[in-house]
């Protein structure tokens, strides 16, 4: 395993278009992560399954954002409607997650980078 | 809420010098801890983690320094080398809570 991937690695989409991101995790790893990123910060949560279940979402993810993880497997991150402040390097990231913090740290993919023109 | 604030946007070091990258936190309750480091094009590695159980742990030429009173962490490396320009994230969580909270990044550059 090669570790975490995503795509596309790029997107460019019109204003208002609904735009959809895959994200594979590392096979053995049952959790998984969305963040955002814009310039000059760090990640900023979204979300996480631990395996097929949605456990939390950040207030940040509206009703436009939605991210599904069918069969525990690889996620998807779709954003309807999208607006120009969604533009943002898109993060996913998987971990082991064992008992306690053992397991915790994660291995995150390249990221998509969405620009919304 | 930036509840992990890394104040220095860059830092420069000579090769074979330490790095000394800062962290401050807020949240009381955060009881672990991780540094990142991200390439350009690339996404965020992990580097080293520490437990608030300890106040050090030592991988290689990374060291990372907790101090619970003052709310503070820090990574050193030693010593420093140009492989290691990139920039720095650290990351803390709460226990049995799986949100974690990134600061803003600090730049490394080690000059040869």
Known sequence: DTGVSQNPRHKITKRGQNVTFRCDPISEHNRLYWYRQTLGQGPEFLTYFQNEAQLEKS??????????????????????????????????????????NIGDEQYFGPGTRLTVT | ??????????????????????????????????????????????????????????????????????????????????GDSAVYFCAAKVYNFNKFYFGSGTKLNVKP
């Open chain 2, 1 to 82: 809420d930036q509840q992990v604030k890394q104040n220095s946007p860059s830092l420069s070091v000579q090769e074979g010098r330490i790095s000394i990258l800062n962290c401050d936190y807020t949240n009381s309750m955060f009881d672990y801890f991780l540094w990142y480091k991200k390439y350009p094009a690339e996404g965020p590695t992990f580097l080293i983690s520490i437990s608030s159980i300890k106040d050090k742990n030592e991988d290689g030429r990374f060291t990372v320094f907790l101090n619970k009173s003052a709310k503070h962490l820090s990574l050193h490396i030693v010593p420093s080398q140009p």
């Open chain 1, 59 to 100: 207030r940040l993810l509206s009703d436009r954002f939605s991210a599904e993880r069918p069969k525990g497997s690889f996620s998807t991150l779709e954003i309807q409607r999208t607006e120009q402040g969604d533009s943002a390097m898109y993060l996913c990231a998987s971990s082991l997650g064992a008992s306690g």
